[in-house]
């Protein structure tokens, strides 16, 4: 950028050193490479996440030193800031240091020129021609003119020099595109909004980091409407209204008021029959005191609601807070009837359980999912919906929450309704899903009650007894091990109700030897199917169901379905089966509120960036000079000429304009 | 002086553009006006007035390219021409794209993008041929290959277009939604400004290291069909549903595609000026040319990139509120930018040339493919559309 070197002084003054550094390529190129590589950072590591995560991700050492680098949020940091504060400084004193000289460049036409240096040039051609010297300047010039070139002639002693430059404007480029990343950043820097870091850092201003409600918020983390710039986001209930919206800063976030409050009237979402949303838009009203009525606008996604300044986008939507009426089937108790549970999502209960206090957090309601019919098929084209689900988490006192996925309505899966319920320790796990058979009725009651005659032990023990039946004599030493064997598999019963076949196998795993032990998992699967067949059947009898020429296809694929379901119920983690019954959904809108002012100088610095990255890519400032001098009654013609960048592209028209110089002008015959 | 200044004038003058087109430039306007208006008239109804704009801007912007660039009146008559035949083979039905055997096997969208990677890997071949055996022939039969793959490329984007309509209204779009899609476009942008340096510079000797790229664009185009099933047409979200993704995509793959190719040449230029007095020496373009080659499609996509970004800045204020928000993509849009920067000032104002500012294309080339792909591949954020 600094096109002229400044003649050496002798003696400078330390401003004039810092002055030349500050302005110096070197330094404008370091910059621009530094300020990339810092950029970097900022995208291979999440930014703005909550600290905790960190904490888990590094280990408390590398957060601590990452924290002090501010690389968790780094676009903030104070170095990186500053780094963007030289690039600043380094532009404009380029851009101060340079537009004298380059307005003064595109006004000289430089007819004082030298022959001595005119012969320095690279590109120049000097030949005589007969014309005299007045014609030759005059067929110059009108050349020179009609290939678009502006002409200056002056006439000294005996000399004409002719000076020709086209493209000058070209030069303005230079001035436009780095005086468009001072405006640029200015515009910025009015949206990163200085005073709020300031507060941030006199510690005025502090970052909520609790979940509580808007109201509660502490002053010190409220903003008034005063504040010029911010970004944040509100979701609305479909009815409800804010006149608040949260700014998220670093872990936490601000409350910043509004000087009008939104209501949300409706919700819309539109769906494509993939399941992915093709629209959804919001019906809102603003309500000011400055307004005669109610402003009423409908907004989407790409067509924003712009009122006094403040910008309202579509950007999301949720679960406004469904109400949901569940019935909770207990898995330890199931001769108990259902207990029958209301909540909301985004809403918590507390139960206490067989296993102990439990939180109940719901924390999603969803009316469609939506998914393709077959994993494999990428195509998309065949999906299926299963219907309403809701999320929640179950939390025991230690803080340790299992998250659940329950469909409301029965599966069909291979011809079978199923009651799927999803579970998983962590996010990043996939679901692991329980199919629980609904009954003819589309109830669970059917293999609730298998599982309350499972958890009976008389009844098992009885069953037990029955089955045994005379299979041993009536000795003593027979009546022993009857009892014996009854009594382990009461036990074996009991196992495979409480922890599933996981605990069948640890169990055949502590007693039996490493060679024998798949031999002995089958037959303890024999008699768990056994017993538990003849529970069933005795279930079915009492059901009413004419058992007599046996089972029939779909009762007996029923009672594998649930064994299948009691051997996982063991991993399921859950002392219950949740059970949607109805549901009332409401809907919440995710708005943006956005408001900054330094948008439309943003907007002028880009537009001149644009305009001069153009101007100095494509017009280019070239020179050119005819310095005429008269020998032997006719002329002598030197001709050279100079191009500001595009080197090869010059040299070509330079040639050209020689060849049609030469025509005009030409040269004399040898013979002369 | 002898003679009046303004006769001089006179003589010396040369017709203006307008004065020096000829019967087909006039043609090729009216052609390209008649389309736009019958566009206009037909399916206003689906264009907001921004989208009225941008269909105007793309009338005028052609006329003035095939004005310019004579080129690109045949290219662009083809193009229509093929795209026009298909649509007219589909009518309102979409599964004649199975039966019909000129769908089949050529116009259909999947069917033209074929033949595009087809057409582009041979000439790929014959250029690297007409180098290795200083084979003139060979050499114009690549350059022939390249034009036509770029028009079938066209083409097969033209079709898509139509296709998504086919399927369903809503689920209509212009076919540069996607990474499938995009790299499409960019196989065919790169391949066009090659051929525009190509026709500048009458030096056919580049292609076969321009087309390496566009080869292997090609190559992940494939197996992203065949193992992703990436061809298939999906609906939008919300998100897209803009006008500006008409002008900020394209805009965005001519600035990657001059990154592209002069990353290529860069190429081209370090083996060069490692033997200087090599065998290859001699196959390909002076060191100097290679050079201004190279800062040609710098600066191109640099302004173009810049454009581009820009236009993204006021689309993302328009669809996320905010026309910054640091998310991956953007701060890459800008490291991209910054290095290009740094490139230009070291050439225009530092006057650097030749080895280090090759190597350091090449390299800017990977910064690009990054914010390109990678970013889709390893980063999350605003930018998720085209995930691998």
Redesign the interface.
């Known amino acids: ?3 002229t070197t400044s003649p050496v002084r002798a003696r400078r003054s330390t401003g004039a050193i810092a002055l030349e550094f500050l302005g110096s ?1 070197n330094l ?2 370091t910059l ?2 530094v ?2 590589i810092a ?2 950072i ?3 590591l ?2 703005n996440e909550p600290y905790t995560n960190y904490v888990m991700k590094f280990g408390p050492f590398w957060f601590e030193v990452f924290k002090a680098l501010g690389l968790f949020d780094i ?1 903030g940091a104070a170095w990186f800031l500053i780094l963007l504060g030289f690039l600043l400084i380094s532009t404009s004193i380029c851009v101060w240091r340079n537009t004298p000289h380059i307005l003064r460049d595109m006004r000289h036409y430089r007819v004082d020129v030298q022959e001595k240096s005119l012969r320095s040039f690279h590109l120049k051609a000097e030949w005589d021609t007969p014309c005299d010297r ?2 030759t300047a ?2 110059a ?3 020179l ?3 678009g070139y502006r002409v200056r002639q002056r006439a000294q002693d005996e000399h004409v020099t002719v000076a020709a430059m086209q493209g000058a404007v070209g030069r303005l480029g230079y001035i436009l595109s780095h005086a468009s990343i001072v405006v640029i950043c200015l515009g ?1 820097l009015i949206d990163g909004n200085p005073p709020l870091k300031w507060q941030e850092l006199r510690g005025e201003v502090r970052a909520e980091t609790r979940d509580i409600p808007a109201g509660e918020v502490p002053a010190e983390s409220t903003l008034s409407t005063d504040n010029l710039s911010f ?1 944040g986001s509100i979701s609305i209930p479909e009815g409800g209204t804010s006149s608040v919206v949260f700014l998220q800063l670093r872990d936490g976030y601000l409350v910043q008021e509004l000087p009008f409050t939104i209501e949300l009237e409706q919700f819309r979402v539109e769906h ?1 029959p ?1 399941g ?5 838009e919001s019906d809102l009203v603003i309500h000011d005191d400055d307004l005669k009525e109610p402003l009423r606008q409908t907004i ?5 609601l712009i009122y006094k300044g403040y ?1 309202i ?1 579509q ?1 999301s939507f949720g679960d406004g807070g469904s109400s949901l009426s569940m019935r909770a089937w207990s898995l330890d108790l199931p001769h108990q009837e259902p207990l029958e549970l209301n909540s909301n999502v985004n809403r918590f209960l507390r139960l206490t359980t067989t296993r102990g206090e439990r939180t109940l957090e719901f924390t999603d309601f969803k009316l469609y999912n939506i998914f393709p019919l077959d994993e494999n098929d ?3 084209k065949k999906f299926r919906n299963y219907g309403p689900s809701i999320v929640f988490k179950v939390r025991n006192p230690a803080g340790e929450a299992l998250e659940y996925v329950n469909y409301m309505l029965p599966v069909e899966l291979e011809g079978r309704p199923f009651f799927m319920s999803g579970m998983r320790a962590t996010p990043s796990e996939e679901y692991r899903y329980l199919y629980l058979p609904a009954d003819a009725a589309g109830t669970p009651q059917r293999f609730m009650a298998l599982l309350a005659a499972a958890h009976d032990v008389k009844r098992v023990r009885s069953t037990i007894e029955t089955q045994l039946g005379d299979m041993v004599g009536t000795d003593a030493a027979s009546k022993e091990v009857r009892s014996t064997m009854i009594e382990s598999i009461t036990r074996l019963v009991a196992l495979f109700v409480e922890q599933g076949i996981d605990g069948v196998v640890k169990h055949a795993e502590a007693s039996v030897p490493a060679e024998q032990r798949q031999e002995a998992i089958n037959s303890y699967v024999n008699v768990l199917q056994g017993v538990l067949g003849a529970l069933y059947v005795d279930m079915l009898r009492s059901e009413g169901v004419d058992v007599a020429q046996g089972v029939s296809d779909a009762d007996s694929q029923f009672f594998d379905d649930a064994l299948n379901t009691l051997s996982m119920l063991g991993a399921y983690g859950s002392p219950f089966y949740l059970q949607l019954s109805a549901f009332e959904h409401i809907e919440a809108s995710g708005l ?3 408001r ?1 002012p330094g ?1 439309d100088i ?2 002028l610095g ?1 537009a001149m ?2 305009v001069g ?2 101007m100095m ?1 494509y017009m280019h400032q070239r020179r050119v000079w005819i310095y005429l001098t008269p020998r032997d009654g006719g002329t002598n013609v030197l001709f050279a000429g100079s191009g500001h ?1 595009n ?2 592209e010059f040299e070509r028209e330079f040639h050209a304009l020689q060849a ?1 110089l030469e025509q ?1 002008v030409p040269r004399r015959a040898a013979a002369d | 002086m002898s003679v009046s200044s303004d006769y001089l004038e006179q003589e010396f003058k040369q017709p203006s553009l307008l004065k020096r087109l000829g019967w087909f430039d006039w043609l090729w306007a009216l052609l390209t006006v008649a389309g736009t208006v019958y566009a206009h008239i037909h399916y206003v109804e689906f264009m907001d007035s921004y989208e009225v704009g941008i269909l105007y801007g793309t009338a005028i912007t052609l006329i003035w390219l095939g004005w310019t660039w004579k080129p690109t009146r045949q290219l662009s008559l083809v193009i229509a021409l093929l795209s026009l035949f298909a649509i007219a083979l589909y009518g309102s039905d979409l599964a004649r794209g199975d039966s019909n055997f000129f769908l089949k096997y050529l116009v259909s969208s999947q069917s033209a993008i074929m033949w595009m990677s087809a057409l582009y890997v041979m000439a790929t071949f014959a250029y690297f041929f007409g180098m290795f055996a200083r084979s003139d022939f060979s050499n114009r039969v690549g350059s022939a290959l390249t034009w036509s793959a770029t028009a079938m490329g066209f083409t097969g984007l033209m079709v898509r277009w139509r296709e998504s309509y086919l399927i369903s209204h809503d689920v209509g779009h212009i076919p540069v939604s996607n990474l499938y899609e995009v790299f499409i476009l960019f196989a065919v942008i790169t391949a066009l400004m090659y051929l525009f340096y190509e026709g500048r510079y009458k030096s056919r000797q580049l292609g076969g290291f321009v087309l390496t790229v566009i080869s292997a664009a090609v190559a992940f185009l494939l197996w992203y069909a065949f193992a992703r099933g990436a061809h298939e047409i999906q609906p939008l979200v919300p998100a897209l549903q803009s006008y500006w993704m008409k002008i900020h995509v394209p805009t965005n793959f001519i600035g990657y595609g001059g990154f592209a190719l002069a990353a290529m040449v860069a190429v081209a230029y370090l083996l060069v000026e490692r033997r200087p007095e090599g065998w290859l020496a001699g196959r390909l373009p002076s060191l100097e040319q290679m050079d201004d080659v190279m800062y040609k499609a710098i600066a191109l996509g640099f302004a173009f990139f810049t454009v581009a970004t820009v236009l993204g800045a006021m689309w993302a204020a328009e669809a996320w509120g905010g026309y910054w928000s640091w998310d991956p993509k953007e701060t890459w849009a800008l490291i991209v930018w910054l290095n290009y920067a740094a490139w230009l000032h070291l050439r225009l104002t530092k006057g650097w040339r030749g080895r280090p500012l090759a190597w350091w294309s090449v390299v800017g080339l990977f910064i690009t493919l990054f914010a390109f792909l990678g970013v889709n591949m390893f980063l999350s954020g605003l930018h998720s559309y085209g995930t691998l």
């Open positions: 950028m600094n096109d390529m404008a190129i621009l490479v300020i990339a950029s970097v900022g995208t291979v999440q930014q676009y007045s014609d005059a067929r010039a009108a050349l003119s009609a290939r910025g970004r494509y993939t992915m949303p093709k629209s959804f989407k996604v790409n067509h924003p910008s986008y950007s990428t195509s998309g943006q509120i956005a900054s948008k943003v907007y880009c960036l644009m990255i153009f890519f960048r080197r090869m049609e005009a």
